[in-house]
């Protein structure tokens, strides 16, 4: 109020009141780690900022912590057991059933990566091998222990057979882009062979791989089998090759120097540690 009887107009950042009620706020997601089947935030309460290829604010991203990769591990150990208990061919229809639901969402997936700064042909070709990988793997759920199972020759009136086991809970580093791409690439041949994927995307674009967490959950796949964690992967790196229940660690995209400390720290507690030279995920 000025002077007594007078009303003096109020502005919004040189707007009138009325005018800036009227514009729409944008409500800018926060994209959450996806462990046990929930999607929750860092225990640390870190974010990072993800901006497209102009730099413009997109969302938030949760930096996971040494807290969070432990929950994560401790949700595959629960999940691993009755996971690998199921029959190969449950597996191959559970990774169809991912690539029908990342089929379904397509169009959010190319979506995200054009804002993100991926040409349209490129998000396309991103997402259609995407969802040609679940559908190889699953083709595969039923069939690698009748290809690289033995028979073993033995010296006496018996049979001897050698086949393959799950390995447990597995880590791994997805750090080439496009995310989507790297983690499809990455939870696949895991959870294939009846182990559980605890999955550290590294990268720009680590919400678009966290999408693909949205389609784990709507599919049929256990909760806990998958679990996904966005950050830092340097940060995250020496907790994964000293925690004593990660079984194996697949990694790609990671320099020397991080490969190299991976194998020292992870020989300690004899963790296989599985160096892809992966240079075009396509």
């Known amino acids: 109020m000025g002077q007594a009887g007078k009303?003096?107009?109020?502005?919004?950042?040189?707007?009138?009141?009325?005018?800036a009620a009227k514009e729409r706020t944008t409500v800018a997601k926060t994209y959450k780690l996806y462990i046990g089947g929930k999607f929750v935030r860092s225990e640390s309460g870190r974010h990072m900022r993800c901006v497209d290829s102009a730099g413009s604010f997109l969302a938030n991203v949760c930096r996971a912590s040494r807290k969070d990769l432990r929950d994560a591990v401790k949700a595959a150990r629960e999940a691993q057991g009755a996971w690998s208990a199921r029959s190969a061919y449950n597996r191959a229809q559970i990774l169809y059933r991912l690539a029908e639901m990342l089929e379904g969402r397509s169009a959010q997936f190319i979506g995200?990566?054009?804002?993100?700064g991926f040409e349209q042909d490129e998000a396309e070709r991103a997402v259609r091998a995407s969802v040609d990988r679940l559908v190889y793997y699953a083709g595969w759920a039923d069939?690698?222990?009748?290809?690289?199972?033995?028979?073993?020759?033995?010296?006496?009136?018996?049979?001897?057979?050698?086949y393959l086991e799950p390995v447990g809970v597995v880590a791994a580093f997805a750090n080439l882009s496009p995310s989507l791409l790297s983690c499809v690439t990455s939870v696949a041949p895991i959870i294939c062979g009846g182990n559980a994927a605890v999955i550290i995307l590294g990268g720009d674009d680590q919400r678009v791989g966290l999408t693909f967490a949205e389609v784990a959950h709507s599919s049929d796949v256990p909760a806990g089998v998958i679990n996904i964690l966005s950050g830092d992967a340097t940060e995250l790196l020496p907790w994964v090759a000293s925690h004593m229940d990660i079984n194996s660690v697949v990694c790609y995209g990671l320099d020397n120097g991080a490969l190299a400390e991976l194998k020292r720290e992870g020989s300690i507690n004899l963790k296989r540690v599985v160096s892809l030279e992966i240079r075009d995920l396509y």
């Open 143 to 162: 069939k690698y222990q009748q290809v690289f199972a033995t028979v073993n020759p033995v010296s006496s009136p018996h049979f001897n057979f050698s």
């Open 112 to 116: 995200e990566m054009v804002e993100f």
């Open 7 to 19: 009303v003096t107009s109020i502005k919004v950042k040189g707007k009138s009141l009325a005018d």
